[in-house]
């Protein structure tokens, strides 16, 4: 039965990915976005001249810390939409005819911490306020409140009330569900080591009644005796104390490691119990439910930069995403492109999640494209611990725009653009160059009339990820970072593709078959087992022991372990590569002819330049220039 009160959008399996369909039709779905900011919406007008359809608003079923002026729970009780749909009537005038997709901050409203300081997160110095990053707020509620989490439900099912009653919900396609650092679901406060209040003591005690099962096991784990109720959260001493090696020492740590796998646990829990009551709220083919969430790859040491930004560092709560990906409430995930190196020349447009993992579990992937055009590009540079993606000149600016949408069509995402600009220092609009809007629009044309291409990936190398093992490196581990997050743009400038993978999902429905498995630091047992399992029953090499860290060396070595391996290299140099079925990215530096060595012969279409192409014995030969992103399509 077709839905009058939402869109007709769904997740539809088409030539071999998750791909949302629109009107039974399947899309692209390119997508416009930034952050709140009264007066400014240049950007939604800009992209949908630009001929997209779809735009990503800031909402809050509740209160929004970092957008209080959006409130909508006003008191007890007491709802009031009055500013969103000014807020969204000022963005659909600007961007008519679109589907929206509402990002809906699940925060808490002053009153109501005010009315309920017992059910504040309370921080290791015993303290209940703290600040956070471009906001006012300083007390919020514990995560594993129970009282908290029942009257946030209440105020969500009467947001999406109020999106039928107010006639939104007839063009909202997707419930983007946020809360803690920046919508990211980071746990706010991290740097100061929350959370000591007696409901989050409460949920560990329970946690752990789940997972051991009697005070026996308990007792054996923790290698002292030990009692459900008598077990208290680890002091910030124990939870931040250096170890050999950076790992955590069992049973020693077993209490470190089985509270911080628990603060995964309950910052999900109420995600899912956010995501269940949107679906009983909605009917059955009502909006799609998403959020940003998986953060493993880009996993960082703890420091007050890490608890305040992205996913909060090792203790911010992103490590139990397999829960998150198993939910028949989640439909949709997002992250930006991470912060190692966007660089043309040798970095790579890599979201911060298990992307394999992802479509496995049949979800929809959105890139969230927050580059800086050379218009838009910040003046003060930043600090150069991250990188943002900066163009520095029309021809970069060209090149990234090319590759981020490449990367999102070949590999089966979706993609929106953020301007940030007035939300991270002063405005400065980021699409206003009529020559990138109409590149834009060419773009994004060429994609819709991809979506019956076979866009199965392909891909036979895999970066193996234990989210669960995260908990095994101590808060000062840098390994993680100097080995994996800050190196991997070098792996995947090897000219083939490679896959990051959750190891619960290695071998699983829909896995491909890889010939060269990277273990990516240490691994549970079950992580393990998997691992050994998949090596058993395939023919496939292990670059480095399971359980330790990638070989400092490993960029120089994988030429050597994918000749070994037999893994396809399609072009034999400094390239990014990624292929489908039907699809073929190659993107690199270095210009002059270069040998592209291809699955299978047959006519091709660049699609960027239109060059119609043959390609015989496998091989093609193709000019590149600096920075140079070539499509290739089947035909």
């Not at 839905?3 to 949302?20: D, E, F, H, R």
């Not at 990188?387 to 929106?416: C, F, N, P, Y």
Request: charged share 25%; with cysteine.
């Amino acid at each position: 039965m077709t839905s009058t009160l939402w869109p007709q959008v769904k997740i539809k399996n088409n030539s071999g990915v998750p791909t949302l369909s629109v009107n039974d039709t399947p899309s692209f779905a390119w997508t416009g976005h930034r952050p709140f900011l009264p007066g400014h919406v240049e950007a939604y007008e800009r992209l949908h001249h630009a001929g997209l359809r779809h735009i990503h608003i800031d909402a809050t079923c509740s209160e929004d810390i970092f957008h209080p002026e959006l409130r909508f729970w006003v008191g007890p009780d007491s709802y009031d939409g009055s500013a969103q749909d000014a807020w969204f009537k000022q963005v659909t005038q600007a961007a008519p005819d679109t589907l929206i997709q509402l990002r809906i901050y699940c925060g808490c409203p002053q009153w109501w911490i005010d009315a309920h300081p017992d059910e504040a997160q309370i921080y290791a110095d015993g303290s209940r306020e703290h600040s956070f990053q471009r906001c006012e707020k300083r007390a919020i509620p514990s995560l594993a409140s129970e009282k908290w989490r029942q009257d946030l439900k209440k105020a969500l099912k009467n947001y999406i009330q109020w999106l039928v009653e107010s006639g939104w919900s007839r063009r909202v396609s997707v419930l983007f569900l946020g809360n803690g650092i920046t919508w990211e679901w980071g746990i706010l406060g991290t740097d100061k080591m929350p959370d000591y209040s007696t409901a989050a003591r409460t949920y560990f005690q329970n946690w752990l009644r789940q997972k051991y099962g009697d005070e026996s096991a308990l007792s054996t784990a923790w290698g002292r005796p030990i009692g459900f109720d008598s077990a208290n959260i680890p002091s910030a001493e124990r939870r931040t104390a250096a170890s050999v090696a950076g790992l955590r020492t069992i049973p020693i740590h077993q209490d470190v490691i089985d509270h911080q796998q628990s603060l995964s646990d309950m910052d999900t829990s109420l995600l899912l119990e956010l995501a269940e009551t949107a679906r009983q709220s909605t009917e059955k083919n009502g909006p799609l439910i998403g959020c940003f969430y998986g953060y493993t790859l880009s996993a960082r040491e703890h420091s007050e930069f890490t608890g305040r930004y992205g996913a909060g560092g090792f203790t911010g709560g992103h490590h139990a995403f397999s829960r998150v990906l198993r939910s028949d409430c989640i439909d949709m995930i997002s992250s930006p492109f991470n912060y190692a190196n966007r660089r043309p020349q040798d970095g790579i447009l890599l979201e911060h999640v298990a992307l394999r993992s992802v479509q496995i579990h049949g979800k929809l992937f959105f890139d969230e494209n927050d580059n800086y055009t050379l218009d838009g590009r910040p003046e003060d540079e930043r600090d150069g611990t991250i990188d943002i993606g900066m163009a520095t000149s029309r021809a970069e600016e060209r090149s990234m725009l090319h590759w981020a949408w490449a990367s999102a069509l070949v590999r089966g995402k979706h993609q929106w653009f953020t301007e940030l600009n007035g939300w991270v220092g002063p405005f400065k609009e980021n699409f206003s160059n009529v020559e990138y809007l109409e590149e834009i629009r060419r773009l994004n044309t060429l994609a819709e009339g991809c979506m019956q291409l076979d866009r199965t990936p392909y891909c036979e190398v895999a970066v193996v990820l234990d989210e669960r093992a995260i908990a095994y490196l101590s808060l000062d581990n840098t390994l993680f970072r100097d080995r994996i997050y800050q190196v991997h743009p070098s792996w995947l400038r090897h000219g083939t593709p490679i896959d990051f993978i959750l190891s619960d999902d290695l071998g699983e429905n829909a896995c491909p078959q890889y010939k060269l498995l990277i273990p990516a630091g240490p691994m549970t047992e079950k992580g393990r087992a998997k691992i050994q399992h998949y090596t058993q029953q395939n023919d496939c090499l292990l670059s480095n022991k399971i359980g330790t860290f990638p070989s400092k060396n490993l960029n120089q070595e994988l030429s050597e372990l994918m000749h070994k391996s037999g893994v396809h290299r399609f072009l034999k140099g400094n390239a990014n590569v990624w292929a489908s079925s039907d699809l073929i990215q190659v993107q690199t530096p270095e210009k002059d002819q270069h040998t592209l060595h291809f699955l299978h012969d047959g006519n091709f279409k660049e699609l960027i330049s239109g060059d119609v192409i043959e390609v015989k014995n496998k091989q093609v030969e193709r000019s590149f220039h600096n920075w140079d992103v070539q499509v290739f399509a089947r035909i």
